[in-house]
Structures are given as C-alpha cells and as structure tokens.
C-alpha cells in the first residue's frame, strides 16, 4: 500500500513558495475528515446599498499550479522524456493525461538525490507528499474490507472498476517496457505497483473539480477543501484565470469552524463512497442502480444484449415515500417472439449485412429502449408487464437476501474475516450503505409484491393465464435459425 502522506506542518511552505494565498483562513487537520479548510477570523458576506460584495477571496491559488489536460501538454512540451511516454501510451483523454503525470510524479516524490532516472521535478512533485494516501475509496480497500460490500450496489460496481484498472496498468506496463528510461524507471527499480496507479486514480475521482475555462483540473489547496450540499462558501475563476474561494452570500463562519464547498449535485449514497470515500446520509438521494441478469435459457438473449447496447440496469428511487423502478432492458427481456418480437438478418446499402429488431412487424432498431412505451397499446400490455415486474421481484428478493447475509466467497461458504483486518472508517461506510440500500430494497420488494397482485387481477392477465398451459413466465422457443447467429 501508498506511505501516508505528508505532515501537513510543511504545508504553508510550499503555499508560499508558489504563490497560494489565504485570507482569514487556513487548511488544519480537522477529526475524523482529514485536512479542511478553516477559519481563523469571523468570516462574512452581508448585503450593503449596492448589494453582495466579496472584498478578497478566501483562498486563490495561481492558475499555473492547476493540472489539466492543457497543463500535461506544455508539461510534455519542455520534458522530452514525459512527452515521449505520453505519446507511447497514447493518453487521450483528461483523465488518461492527469493520471500519468500524477504517477509519474508520485515517482518522483520518493526519489532521493542519488537515484539514477530522476524525473524533472514540478510544484506537483512536493503537493503530491500531502494527499491523502490511505485509500479510502473502495477501489483501494483490502479485499477483506470489498467483501463487506457484498450485496450493495457497489459490489459489482468496485470489483469493474479493479478490473479495468488492472487492464490499464497492464497496458502501460506493456508499452512503457519498450522504452529505455520509463522501462529501468518503473519496472526493473520496481518503482510503480498496480495500488498505485489505483491510488492516481482515486485522486483524480475524488480531487478533480470542473472549472469554467480549463474543463477538468485538480487544483492543489482548493481540492483540500471538504465537500457539504449547504457549502459557505464556492471555487471560480478570476479574470486572469486563477482559481479562488469566495464566501457565499448570506453566509457567515465563527473562527475555529470549517469552510465547505459544493462537489457537485445530490448524489447517491454509492456514487458518493465510489468517488468520494463518504456518505453523507442527510444530502444522499434515495435511489440506486444494479445489473439484472438475463434469462440462462433465453436463446435471444445475446441478439437482445447486442441491439440494446447499453447496460441490462434498473434503478430505484424513491421520492417521498413512493417507489419507482425504471428499467428497459427488462421491458426488451421479457418479450419473445410468440409476442411479436423478431430479429432478422438484413443487407445495407453497401452490401454488408445487418442484425434488425422488429416488433410486430415494425422496424425497431433504434427504439430499443422504448418497449415500456412500445407495448403500451398491445392488448397484453398488462400481461407483459406482470412479466417484468415478477422477475425484476425476484431478482430484488435474492439482492436483499444477499446483502443481509454475512460475506461468502464464490463456493457460498462465510468469509471469516479478523475485526483487525478491517479499518473502522471502511466498516463504517459499508454498514451505512447496506443499510440505506437495504431499506430501499425493502420498499421495492413491498411494492412488486403489490404491484404484482394488481397485475394478477386484471381480467386480461386472468384470461391469458386461464389459456395457457404452461407457465406464462416461461421463455417461448425461438426459431433455430437465430440460435445459429453470432450477435456478439
């Protein structure tokens, strides 16, 4: 695992050396958060004759000191060595970018004057010393702490993110091999590990903010600022393009007490432990989002996954007691082709050939997220949707079953885990998102349960179920021909 970081008493050092500047407040160790931003006078914003005025900002740092993409690139424009592995891990994207020159750098941190390969030294290279390295985000946690996610949302969400982690840092170290100094650097000096490329990546997630000029940056001090959803204070950028903090109006702060800024908008519980490594229980939406599982014996599940595209998700919400799901892919899994779904092999324009959805007899390609909508003027509308609705109740029946059962590996057998092989703080956060998830879970079970009944004494579902022999939610047979089709 990353060493912790930094004391923050050689913080102010390197503020001053580069220009940071603070005005009644500084950055202080606060319990049980980590380094916030504090006040050290009475700070406020009251309205005058003409209005809300912020006479000085409350924290501003130099817009140089802020990593972006463009600051990767003029970064590689004076370093050779960094511009040619840019160029060889082909690095696109902000976050790409931002990543690699935050390892690179972290690289760097731990050099000493008398190492071989010294990467060129950046304000980045000392910052990096002070940043939170205890991998408070999910994607960090020991295997024993990801267990305790078993059943949650995040579950399957934590173990994505590790795998395509794992692939990119297979990639770099595939293409860094070929290239004589980052080849001696990272690998034959063992300089880099998987945690941490992990952990650049749990910094960009957690520290990046959107600014108005530069799109996504981290920007050092202001990303030290902690997160609330009634902040007292915002970030923005002046008219040369540094970054300040400015006191909201309306707001005041007593010395001694934190000043908070705004990450982003209401989020939900999962997506503020996967990006932020908190809960924050009194601003979290009541919602979440999990996979649901094909048919095993659907033989158009493969053309279905194919035309659909995205993610087989439902999600839950509920706003002011009352629960709704939304899922259309279940809507598209539940239909066969006794139904009046069909797919066929057609040839385009160009003389290539073509997988096509239709629904009753009606071209529907682009609209398969729509079959909620598509099946409402079927006369089994209802019957297709006590479909989906006992499946989706099962599934959310076996969730719920899941997250209230103690950890078990993939045999089923319980994970015995030591209380001192787990960090509080990660018990903590997985015990209050099982329990806002279970909750949820509950109140989805209760109202499929009910929402099923209705759907079983509507008279249509009663005289389709009094005709059939079989099951109704039985899969209907397909046509050879499709099961011979490759749609992947």
Avoid at 13 to 24: D, E, I, P, T
Avoid at 35 to 50: F, K, R, Y
Avoid at 67 to 92: C, I, K, P, Q, W
Avoid at 146 to 151: A, E, V, Y
């Amino acid at each position: 695992m990353p060493a912790n970081p930094g004391p923050i008493e050689g913080l102010p050092v390197w503020q001053r050396l580069h220009g940071v500047q603070f005005h009644k407040c500084e950055l202080q160790l606060i319990k049980d958060k980590g380094i916030g931003l504090v006040a050290t006078e009475q700070l406020s914003l009251v309205a005058d004759e003409e209005g809300f005025k912020n006479d000085r900002p409350l924290l501003t740092v130099p817009r140089g000191l802020a990593l972006s993409a463009e600051a990767v690139r003029e970064y590689a424009n004076v370093d050779n060595r960094f511009r040619e592995l840019l160029h060889a891990t082909g690095h696109e994207t902000a976050r790409g970018k931002i990543m690699l020159y935050l390892l690179v750098h972290l690289v760097r941190s731990r050099q000493t004057p008398s190492d071989s390969y010294r990467v060129a030294a950046s304000p980045w290279t000392d910052y990096i010393k002070y940043l939170e390295r205890d991998g408070l985000l999910p994607s960090m946690w020991s295997e024993q702490e990801r267990n305790l996610l078993q059943g949650t949302s995040l579950e399957q969400a934590v173990a994505a993110k590790r795998n395509s982690l794992s692939q990119e840092f297979d990639e770099l170290c595939e293409k860094t091999k070929q290239l004589d100094f980052w080849n001696e650097l990272f690998w034959e000096q063992r300089k880099i590990s998987f945690e941490d490329w992990a952990l650049v990546d749990a910094w960009y997630r957690s520290r990046c903010l959107e600014l108005p000029s530069s799109g996504d940056a981290m920007v050092p001090s202001i990303d030290m600022a902690n997160h609330s959803y009634d902040p007292e204070a915002y970030y923005d950028e002046d008219s040369d393009g540094d970054i300040e903090i400015l006191l909201r109006p309306g707001y005041s702060v007593d010395p001694g007490k934190e000043v908070t800024i705004s990450y982003g908008k209401l989020k939900r519980a999962s997506e503020m432990l996967f990006s932020y490594g908190f809960i924050d229980r009194a601003y979290s939406t009541d919602e979440m989002t999990l996979m649901v599982r094909s048919f095993e014996d659907d033989p158009l599940s493969r053309a279905k996954e194919h035309i659909f595209g995205g993610m087989p998700t439902v999600q839950l919400r509920r706003t002011d007691g009352v629960l709704n799901w939304h899922s259309p892919f279940l809507h598209l899994m539940c239909l066969n082709e006794e139904d009046g779904l069909d797919f066929r092999i057609l040839q385009d324009n160009e003389g290539g050939r073509q997988l096509r959805m239709f629904w009753q007899d009606e071209d529907v390609t682009e609209r398969a997220a729509d079959f909620e909508a598509l099946t409402q003027e079927h006369a089994l509308c209802p019957v297709f949707r006590l479909r989906a609705v006992s499946i989706l109740l099962q599934q959310m029946v076996d969730q719920l079953h899941r997250l209230k059962r103690p950890p078990e590996d993939e045999d089923g057998d319980p994970i015995h885990v030591a209380a001192s092989d787990l960090r509080p703080v990660c018990v903590q956060a997985a015990a209050t998102l099982k329990e806002i998830e279970g909750s949820l879970l509950e109140a989805t079970v209760a109202a499929l349960e009910k929402e099923q009944q209705d759907l079983l004494a509507d008279e249509r579902v009663k005289a389709y179920l009094g005709s059939m022999e079989d099951d109704p939610m039985e899969t209907a047979p397909s046509n050879a021909a499709n099961e011979d089709v490759d749609f992947s």
